[in-house]
């Protein structure tokens, strides 16, 4: 198990080290964007025009940017200083700069932005939470940031990708099929520990000042994005397989199988 800062620290590392090749690799993928459309079409009905918006785990800002052009304020962070360097990019060379401020800083620390003033929502896109072991803290210092009735979107990876697990099981590798079943694991492909909460776990650690309004999976039929060669075979398919995200995302078990979760909360 390591520490909050050697985690801290490898997260960082590790983060840094993909930044240049994130968009290529995740943001502009098939998968990644249809995943991407499915939480935005969520959020859209909560994230209004003159929010002020926390954006938790920014990367390279895609989320930020579409908020902002929406009429959003955004302030995002990242423990990343590569990150937080690309989303600095992303929003000068789409003359943002008024719509997002953007800061190093870990989840871990969101106390500090108490004098910020308060917040009219809060959204962390794809697998910032996996990094994050103590999520009660992160839930109390949201609480205090965020105004009553504010909503917070939170999406990860889940505990079990049917995809991912077909898929590496096809490949001869059950390692890595079930590599999410434990509630945190230790990749030998990383130096820190990846965390798999249950929803049960996050509602628990939310429930004092959140209530869970809403949950969906991402990804159910949209495969992760390491299924990125069949994508380019088979292009309008993977908007029909979207499609049928979109209907049977929140249904009971299937939702339960998909690349990621969204969670939807609201501030009591
Ligand atoms: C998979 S990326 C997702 C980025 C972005 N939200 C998106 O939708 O593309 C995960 C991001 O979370 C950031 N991250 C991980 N742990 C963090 C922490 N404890 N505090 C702040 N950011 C963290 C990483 O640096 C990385 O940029």
Known sequence: MAGVADQQREVAAAFDAQADGYDEKWTRSVSGRLQREQVWREVDRFFLPGHKILDLGCGTGVDAVRLARVGARVLAIDISPQMVRMTRRRVESENLSEGVTCELLPLEELGDLKNRGSFDGAISDFGVLNCVENLRQVARDLAALLRPGAHLALCYMG??????????????????????????????????????????????????????????????????????????????????????????????????????????????
Request: hydrophobic fraction near 50%; glycine fraction near 10%; aromatic fraction near 18%.
């Open 159 to 268: 505990r079990f990708c049917l995809w991912e697990t077909a898929w590496f099981l096809l490949h001869g590798k059950p390692g890595k099929a079930f590599r999410r079943l434990g509630a945190r694991s230790f990749p030998a492909s990383r130096a820190f520990e990846v965390f798999y909460p249950s929803v049960r776990a996050i509602v628990e650690a939310f429930s004092g000042n959140f209530r869970l309004v809403s949950w969906r999976g991402v990804g159910i039929f949209v495969p992760p994005s390491y299924v990125e060669p069949l994508a380019h075979s088979f292009q309008g398919g993977f908007r029909r397989l979207a499609r049928f995200d979109h209907i049977a995302g929140g249904w009971a078990i299937l939702r339960a199988v998909g690349d990621h979760r969204l969670l939807v909360f609201v501030r009591n």
